[in-house]
Nanobody, 120 residues
Framework: QVQLVESGGGLVQPGGSLRLSCAAS????????MRWYRQAPGKQRELVAD???????NYVDSVKGRFTISRDNAKNTVYLQMNSLKPEDTAVYYC??????????????WGQGTQVTVSS
């Protein structure tokens, strides 16, 4: 069974920084794309950033220049470095990964989410 476990969320003042981590574990053969989504109260879940297995990255316009997605393939872990945080970044952040397992082929998996609150 595959699990994605996020960590690093919390309360931070505007202008501050946080680093989210998401570690995948279980019967993993290979991980393709890894992504960070977020969902604010009353809003739809949106894709924040994604990173391909080769390292190519994409960002939603609202976080470009402030957030950086990266991954450590040896640790099956994806990170989201968030700088210059704004109140509008407040949301639950979810990790998502497309990965191959030893038993179920290619599937998409989600983490449980971690709360990020930006407030003074």
């Amino acid at each position: 069974q595959v699990q994605l476990v996020e960590s690093g969320g919390g309360l931070v003042q505007p202008g501050g920084s946080l680093r989210l981590s998401c570690a995948a574990s279980g019967s993993i053969r290979y991980i393709n794309d890894m992504r960070w989504y977020r969902q604010a109260p009353g809003k739809q879940r949106e894709l924040v950033a994604d990173i391909a297995d080769g390292g190519t990255t994409n960002y939603v316009d609202s976080v470009k220049g402030r957030f950086t997605i990266s991954r450590d393939n040896a640790k099956n872990t994806v990170y989201l470095q968030m700088n210059s945080l704004k109140p509008e970044d407040t949301a639950v952040y979810y990790c998502n990964a497309d990965l191959w397992t030893t038993t179920r082929g290619l599937r998409s998996y989600w983490g449980q989410g971690t709360q990020v609150t930006v407030s003074s």
